[in-house]
Every structure is written in C-alpha cells, then in structure tokens.
C-alpha cells in the first residue's frame, strides 16, 4: 500500500544517523511513498507540521531535543499523526511514556528488525488509520 486517494503517501523519518533515514528513504520511495527527512527535533517538528505526513518514523535520541519532547510536540499540535518510535532501546519507564503520549508502535533498532520488518509495520499502521 503506498497510495491513498490517488495520492502518495507522506513519511517522515527522523533520525539523526544520516545512513539510517537514506535507508528509509530509498525502501519507502521504492514503494512509492513521498519521504522527508529530519535529523534533530526541531527540523522534525517543522516537517511534521508543514507536511503533514500521515506517518513519522521517530528515533528517540536525537541531538538537542528527545525524542520524546518531539512526540509531545507532534501529538499535541497532531494528535491523531502516527507516530513509530524506532530506538536502539527503549526501558519500561521510557515505554511507559511512550504510551501515554500515545506513539502508535514502538520497534527496537536490533540485529532482529529488518527494513522489510518496518516496511510492513508501517503500511499496516497506515492501513488501519
């Protein structure tokens, strides 16, 4: 799935290793989304806002702002965006504040999560919207 409407879909990924959102980039055009790329907060925030994407791709450690203080940001000016946290960790308190700001799904950047994994994790979440 990768057209709603006629239209391509809108993603964000943000993310501040600069190989990772290439990946994502090149997997999700490759399916026909429409990819903007951020790699701080404030960069993510602004895309979010401006494009509106119907999904954000959203690592937690980015230089400046969290990872969480963004989602706070987005659900709160966004509340019904999609929100996919992808992190190398994530510990029962930090999924605990996850959840209460309402992140859509939470993957764990492993040897274990393929791009194909995220591929359809997303498609999925974007299909149930």
Same mark, same amino acid.
Request: net charge negative.
């Given at each position: 799935?990768? #057209?709603?409407?006629?239209?391509?879909?809108?993603?964000?990924? +943000?993310? *501040?290793?600069?190989?990772?959102?290439?990946?994502?980039?090149? !997997?999700? #055009?490759?399916?026909?989304?429409?990819?903007? +790329?951020? !790699?701080?907060?404030? #960069?993510?925030?602004?895309?979010?806002?401006?494009?509106?994407?119907?999904?954000?791709?959203? *690592?937690?450690?980015?230089?400046? !702002?969290?990872?969480?203080?963004?989602?706070?940001?987005?659900?709160?000016?966004?509340?019904?965006?999609?929100? +996919?946290?992808?992190?190398?960790?994530?510990?029962?308190?930090?999924?605990?504040?996850?959840?209460?700001?309402?992140?859509?799904? +939470?993957?764990?950047?492993?040897?274990?999560?393929?791009?194909? *994994?995220?591929?359809?994790?997303?498609?999925?979440?974007?299909?149930?919207?």
């Amino acid at each position: 799935m990768s #057209e709603l409407s006629g239209k391509k879909i809108k993603l964000l990924a +943000i993310d *501040d290793e600069v190989d990772m959102t290439r990946l994502f980039k090149e !997997h999700f #055009e490759r399916r026909n989304y429409q990819v903007f +790329i951020a !790699h701080t907060a404030e #960069e993510g925030l602004q895309t979010a806002l401006k494009e509106k994407p119907e999904a954000v791709l959203l *690592d937690l450690g980015l230089p400046g !702002h969290s990872g969480i203080w963004l989602l706070e940001r987005i659900k709160r000016d966004e509340p019904n965006m999609r929100v +996919i946290v992808l992190s190398a960790s994530v510990n029962d308190s930090v999924r605990e504040k996850l959840n209460e700001l309402k992140c859509d799904l +939470i993957l764990e950047k492993d040897s274990k999560t393929s791009i194909s *994994d995220v591929v359809g994790r997303v498609e999925n979440l974007i299909s149930t919207k």
